[in-house]
């Protein structure tokens, strides 16, 4: 365990150095709601096992989780599905873009892992299959997990999405068309695009992932995931969840992740800490350019790596 004052104190300097880099990536504009955010914000949030927080910078902002809620459709997917769950979908890195559609296509709608688009929206369908209200669950889950009951959707931004979600219709469609899809494309496209609009901040984050440094468990003893699923869903995120540039995090950052669109990263450093990150400003890859210089700089300066 890091002291608390020597954590405190490196996450204050990585802070200004990270507000170096705004101007250097470009705020997702392929959803016209998340160009409007200010790309000039920074903030990071970790939470040690007991349950202690340390913050700095933008750490109380509230953000769009965007591709950070496919880690928790599939946590919610697990409970329900178990082993069964893997029936057309893979656990294989994609090397491609998150929202590409060849290899969905080369692959007979089998979607490589549940951290692409496609994958995740297999995810958000097979739950629809089970779930009366998708929306209203992984909410309250998040709810539950985050202990903040204050969480909402930016309807506006999910909307926004809806509106320009092509790409996602036409591989929900493509995979319907492959028969690994089961129920109307555009009531999952609603239910994935409403938890791609969930804003939480980074310390909402870091409460809600704390399972996953845990063995599964939350602070109340409560068991979200077996260990064996914990293990097994943070290995999916050290391979898979920072789409292409998955190896580059690996190389550079050592840990488990998801990253979104919205500019957060998740990481998770298991029976040690979890750790958020957030700054609006994406690299060429679609993750967060500042959020990616933090983390690596945690590893440098406090050794935070699996490997
Ligand atoms: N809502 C976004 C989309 O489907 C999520 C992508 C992301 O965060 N990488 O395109």
């Known amino acids: ?35 409007k955010i200010c790309g000039k914000q920074f903030g990071v949030a970790i939470c040690d096992l007991k349950g202690n927080i340390y913050q700095a910078g933008d750490a109380n902002t509230n953000f769009s989780i965007q591709s950070i809620s ?37 692959e007979q709608g089998v979607p490589r892992n549940p951290f692409i688009n496609a994958g995740a929206l297999l995810v958000c369908d097979r739950l629809e299959s089970r779930c009366s209200a998708p929306n209203f669950q992984l909410l309250n889950l998040l709810k539950s997990l985050s202990g903040n009951q204050q969480l909402t959707v930016n309807q506006i931004v999910a909307r926004s999405e809806l509106e320009h979600g092509s790409r996602n219709a036409a591989m929900a469609y493509l995979m319907k068309a492959f028969n690994n899809f089961h129920n109307p494309v555009e009531k999952v496209l609603e ?51 920072l789409y292409d540039e998955a190896g580059e995090f690996a190389f550079k950052v050592g840990l488990p992740g998801k990253s979104g669109v919205g500019g957060g990263i998740l990481a998770i450093y298991p029976g040690h800490y979890t750790i958020c990150v957030w700054s609006p400003e994406l690299n060429q890859a679609g993750n967060s350019l500042a959020g990616m210089f933090a983390l690596e700089k945690l590893n440098e300066l406090l050794h935070f790596s699996i490997y």
Not at 4 to 15: K, N
Not at 200 to 215: E, F, G, H, S
């Open 1 to 35: 365990m890091v002291p608390m004052a020597e954590l405190q104190s490196v996450l204050e300097s990585i802070t200004n150095e990270a507000r170096e880099l705004f101007g250097q990536g470009q705020v997702a504009n392929y959803i016209p709601a998340l160009e």
């Open 70 to 106: 496919k880690l928790f459709t599939l946590i919610q997917a697990v409970q329900i599905y178990g082993e069964k769950l893997w029936e057309g979908l893979g656990r294989e890195p994609s090397g491609t873009r998150f929202n590409s559609l060849v290899q969905l296509e080369s």
């Open 191 to 241: 239910s994935y695009t409403h938890h791609c609009a969930i804003e939480m901040n980074c310390i909402d984050l870091v409460r809600a992932a704390l399972p996953l440094a845990n063995q599964g468990q939350c602070q109340n003893g409560d068991l979200v995931l077996t260990s064996k699923q914990t293990k097994r869903i943070n290995a999916i995120l050290a391979t898979c969840g």
